[in-house]
């Protein structure tokens, strides 16, 4: 356990803008090595230019959602000047409720979701109070609680067999959509699918074959590629396209690009920085799954992803015009009939009357765990599905 530090006034941060700066590069890259995608393969010339993929956390902190508490980790890399997100939702790292449930073998025990790069030793005169102010601590930071992380926090033992009985991390890939997520736009759902997401992981949970309850745990990797990669200014300029009768794979390609230019290798480098190789993905999209596990991540098992206004959809029997035209049955495809992961079913659910108790910090009183909601969402994405009304929406 680890005992409480509390930090006086008189210590002050480093007022270096980056606490890398005085690092040798070349000492970077030999950062343990599972964040990075040497594994890719570049199927084109500019790529292969580039060195290696390198990623790195450089911040962490616990955001309070209307679905509980996340911790928003913000990535770099020298792929890209883009800062990338992850959302990582792991009660069990700062609610003592959870960590008591887990003591006393009520709750089982996986290991932490916790960054690699952000818990590792930048530079041996780093003090304390510079980790913990990027985010390199445990437990439930406050002004009596300071505690830094080592970067022993973010690691599995070689061999460590101990985590195969968990079930795989719930993980969603989101690319930003400015117009959805900021200004409402009825164009897309990408704000409800960011929204639902989130909900659908903090509210989920799943046991162990011998049928302890697990804690939720998941991660939302928030991808910087506005308009499925071509950028916000010609996502415009295809919604104008769009409106004069082109959809949305012929304005992208009108305007010289490829009809999805999303890439996921450095959402996989995130993912490895996070310790996940192997993950449960919620998504409709088959081609996500390939592109996931080409870049060596695992997808043990597809979860459906049904947003709100498909569901009010449903109900109403219509679809909004802009998203008629792209509707396509895609719940209920498979990769492999025979593999784990074809099955578009939901995980095993939970009650959540098992995990009621206090409530911590700003968690909403609703954020009681509860799997019916996978459960729905998988109904209803197979009715969907079976009356042709499901969308290929980004995800």
């Known amino acids: 356990m680890h005992k409480s530090m509390r930090s006086t006034r008189t ?8 606490p890398r700066s005085d690092v040798p590069i070349d000492a970077l890259c030999r950062i343990p090595s599972a964040y990075d995608s040497r594994a890719s393969n570049p199927d084109d010339g500019a790529r292969n230019a580039l060195p290696p993929l390198q990623v790195w956390c450089y911040g962490r902190t616990r955001i309070p959602t209307p679905h509980g508490e996340v911790f928003c980790h913000l990535y770099k890399n020298n792929h890209d000047n883009k800062e990338h997100l992850a959302l990582v939702i792991d009660p069990a790292q700062n609610q003592s409720s ?3 449930r887990q003591e006393e073998h009520v709750l089982s025990k996986p290991r932490h979701i916790r960054s690699r790069t952000l818990d590792a030793v930048w530079h041996p005169n780093e003090k304390p109070m510079d980790r913990i102010t990027r985010g390199a601590y445990v437990g439930r930071l406050s002004a009596d609680h300071q505690v830094q992380s080592t970067p022993a926090d973010a690691e599995i033992a070689d061999g460590d067999f101990s985590q195969q009985s968990f079930a795989k991390p719930l993980v969603r890939i989101h690319s930003e959509c400015y117009t959805g997520e900021t200004i409402g736009s009825r164009r897309c759902d990408c704000g409800e699918q960011l929204d639902e997401a989130l909900r659908l992981i903090s509210k989920s949970s799943t046991r162990t074959p011998e049928n302890q309850p ?4 998941g991660v939302v990797v928030y991808m910087r590629q506005e308009g ?13 396209l769009q409106d004069m009768g082109h959809d949305t794979v012929a304005a992208n ?24 190789n192997a993950c449960r993905l919620l998504t409709n999209n088959p081609d996500k799954m390939k592109a996931l596990e080409d870049e060596h991540i695992h997808v043990e098992q597809r979860v459906p992803m049904v947003p709100r206004m498909w569901q009010v959809h449903n109900r109403n029997l219509t679809l909004h015009p802009n ?3 792209r509707a396509r049955n895609v719940v209920g495809a498979t990769m492999d009939p025979s593999s784990a992961r074809s099955n578009s079913a939901a995980v095993e659910m939970q009650d959540s009357t098992e995990y009621d108790g206090e409530k911590e910090g700003s968690q909403p009183e609703d954020s009681d765990w509860d799997d019916e909601t996978l459960e729905n969402s998988a109904s209803l994405a197979n009715s969907l599905s079976s009356s042709g009304a499901l969308l290929a929406r980004q995800s």
């Open 98 to 100: 959870v960590q008591r």
């Open 323 to 325: 998203q008629a035209h």
């Open 214 to 217: 697990t804690p939720p745990r």
């Open 253 to 276: 390609v009108m305007l010289g690009h490829l009809p999805d230019a999303r890439k996921y290798d450095i959402a996989s480098a995130i993912l490895r920085d996070l310790g996940i």
């Open 11 to 18: 210590e002050s941060v480093s007022s270096s803008a980056d």
């Open 228 to 240: 499925r990669g071509i950028g916000l200014l010609d996502k415009l300029m295809a919604y104008n």
